[in-house]
């Protein structure tokens, strides 16, 4: 079992900068892939972006909505994922979801992880 608690979320003007972080427990943090998706209301839940815990896989990959703005990175020795995001748009409001995979690539589809997050709200006023 693994347990995903983000941190994070609030509310920032259309332009402004927040960081999204998720603590990960319970599974060896360095062999799991780990991927930010998110929920607008009214929406499906869409992915954002994912890294890969092996160095030759296609990682990380990013939404093109977020493509330029976001950036995800992982600290093994934290057993920490975060995405850093900047020039926030109303657009982007929604609950953002951490999640685990143990797949090592092709780790864009929700079906492809085990384990979630409670979520963490963003909301960007304009």
């Known amino acids: 079992q693994v347990q995903l608690v983000e941190s994070g979320g609030g509310l920032v003007q259309a332009g402004g900068s927040l960081r999204l972080s998720c603590a990960a427990s319970g599974r060896p943090f360095s062999r799991t892939s780990m991927g930010w998706f998110r929920r607008a209301p009214g929406n499906e839940r869409e992915f954002v972006s994912a890294i890969s815990w092996v160095t030759w896989a296609n990682s990380p990959v990013y939404a093109d909505s977020v493509k330029g703005r976001f950036t995800i990175s992982r600290d093994n020795a934290r057993n920490t994922v975060y995405l850093q995001m900047n020039s926030l748009k109303p657009e982007d409001t929604a609950v953002y979801y951490c999640?685990?995979?143990?797949?090592?690539?092709?780790?864009?589809?929700?079906?492809?992880?085990?384990?979630w997050g409670q979520g963490t709200q963003v909301t960007v006023s304009s």
């Open positions: 999640a685990a995979s143990t797949l090592r690539d092709g780790i864009t589809r929700d079906y492809e992880y085990d384990y």
